[in-house]
């Protein structure tokens, strides 16, 4: 058995990822930075581990993920009507495909902590936990980590709101799963969300611009926008 990480990714298409950061960006500048976000957090997965998948959607998404992520990566097509369903199907592709234990985490948190990432593995790795779960500033969650697939465990889940950390963490209790919480972080989704980013990439810390370069190059190519959403 080998450990394995999920990066769960939408298609960057115009229109069609980051909106609630349209009007202030463009809908094509939204899908820059949501390319941007992706290569970074693939980047720095495969800093912590060999194994490295990409669950995709929609069903067309491949050739273009392929041709904008890092190489050297698994792939996988998403399948569900919502978050809840995707995740149950990757949890039990990878159990399927051998992996022991497993991390899915989203393409939302450029700068988030590789130490994240593994204290997540190593809790499992170890039998310290039966799920890790990494708790986002708005109520959801950046990362699931789970050594086996747990039937219902995202079920009634109310996604993009700020019950679904709480009331996962509910359902794992009801499986009598011991959790583990990591430390919180956060996802960038809105306005506020694109300034902190803006101010974590300005401050004086480097390990913030080397963790996620290809954002800090997109943002200091644009350094109107550093200077907007610092002063909004």
Request: charged share 20%; proline share 6%; aromatic share 8%.
């Amino acid at each position: 058995m080998e450990p394995i990480v999920i990066v769960m990714a939408k298609d960057p298409r115009a229109g069609s990822v980051k909106t609630r950061l349209v009007p202030r960006l463009t809908q094509a500048e939204a899908a820059e930075l949501a390319i941007c976000f992706l290569r970074d957090t693939v980047l720095n997965v495969q800093r912590v581990i060999d194994h490295v998948m990409v669950a995709y959607t929609p069903a067309d998404a491949r050739s273009h993920l392929e041709m904008i992520a890092p190489s050297g990566l698994l792939w996988f097509e998403q399948t569900g009507r919502n978050l809840g369903e995707r995740l149950e199907s990757v949890a039990i592709h990878v159990s399927d495909l051998g992996f022991c234990p497993f991390v899915i985490l989203g393409a939302d948190s450029p700068t988030l902590p590789t130490s994240f990432i593994q204290q997540a593995l190593e809790v499992l790795i170890r039998d310290q936990t039966e799920i890790a779960l990494g708790p986002t500033a708005d109520g959801g969650y950046y990362l699931v980590g789970l050594n086996s697939p747990v039937p219902g465990l995202f079920h009634n889940i109310d996604w993009s709101t700020p019950l679904a950390y709480e009331q996962t963490a509910t359902n794992a209790t009801a499986f009598d799963l011991r959790l583990h919480a990591l430390p919180k972080w956060y996802d960038i989704d809105t306005p506020a969300d694109l300034c902190r980013l803006c101010e974590e990439m300005s401050s004086g810390d480097d390990t913030t611009r080397t963790r996620a370069p290809e954002t800090y190059r997109w943002l200091i190519d644009r350094a109107f926008c550093l200077h907007k959403y610092q002063s909004d």
